[in-house]
């Protein structure tokens, strides 16, 4: 039981520095990426939103299966995406401030929806690469103690 309780302590931690990188990787992509483009630009900030939504998901829901956090991830996503075409003076002049515009975002663009995706999905692939490494670790301390 402990070295589950340990595992999963690991996860979450690695699981916030990743969070934590991504958002800054994001930040970074905001303020600085014109020189890729403005598609570019746009759909790797999509992406990388995504790819961090993926995280707090999994932060807060450890113990959910990844294929659900993912599920519940992109849902998110879409939701914020669909919200954008509602206005009302109020929600428009949040989403006129910086972190109302890096969290609700400002328009709707149909090809964000693929850019959740893809943003999802690469999370969700680091996500089992490191749950996998986990579970060789916790199997390599277990054969070390028989």
């Given amino acids: 039981m402990c070295e589950a309780v340990t595992s999963r302590a690991r996860e979450t931690g690695a699981r916030g520095v990743i969070a934590a990188v991504t958002i800054g990787i994001g930040l970074i992509v905001h303020w600085h990426g014109a020189p890729l ?35 519940i991830a992109l849902g998110i996503c879409f939701a914020v995406e669909v919200s954008q075409r509602y206005h009302t003076p109020s929600l428009d002049a949040l989403r006129g401030t910086t972190i109302g515009h ?21 999370a969700m692939l ?3 690469g ?17």
Avoid: C, H, K, N
């Fill in 126 to 128: 680091l996500d089992r």
């Fill in 102 to 122: 890096l969290v609700l975002g400002s328009g709707f663009d149909p090809r964000d929806f693929a850019a959740y995706t893809a943003g999802v999905l690469a």
């Fill in 37 to 71: 483009g403005q598609t570019a630009r746009d759909v790797a900030g999509d992406a990388l939103w995504a790819a961090m939504m993926f995280w707090l998901v999994s932060i807060v829901a450890p113990g959910v299966r990844w294929r659900m956090r993912a599920v």
């Fill in 130 to 146: 490191l749950e996998r490494r986990g579970e060789q670790r916790s199997r390599a301390v277990v054969q070390d103690r028989a």
